[in-house]
């Protein structure tokens, strides 16, 4: 089993600045990937970006690129998301993921919104 605590969500204005953090306790000696999703009113979830373990590769959703960035701290089992620039259009609950071999976990979101 794994835990995740998000935090970090709130209200911004259009241009303005967040920073998510999602903490992992648990089993979190096999994890493959952390990763941020976002789901918008009546949208799917959709992923924002992604960080995978071993060799620390990122991908990013093109809605994101070069305003987000993602990052991990192994010390601290912690996945961050740096959100820059940001838009009325990132207005969601924003969703830590980790995964481990042949299961995912959830955070319960936290609530990000940019509004004027």
């Known amino acids: 089993q794994v835990q995740l605590v998000e935090s970090g969500g709130g209200l911004v204005q259009p241009g303005g600045s967040l920073r998510l953090s999602c903490v992992a306790s648990g089993s979190i000696a096999s994890i493959y990937s952390m990763g941020w999703y976002r789901q918008a009113p009546g949208n799917q979830r959709e992923l924002v970006a992604v960080i995978i373990t071993n060799n620390k590769s990122t991908t990013y959703a093109d809605s994101v690129k070069g305003r987000f960035t993602i990052s991990r701290d192994n010390a601290k089992n912690t996945v961050y998301l740096q959100m820059n620039n940001l838009e009325p259009e990132d207005t969601a609950v924003y969703y830590c993921?980790?995964?481990?071999?042949?299961?995912?976990?959830w955070g319960q979101g936290t609530q990000v919104t940019v509004s004027s």
């Open positions: 993921k980790v995964v481990v071999p042949l299961r995912a976990f």
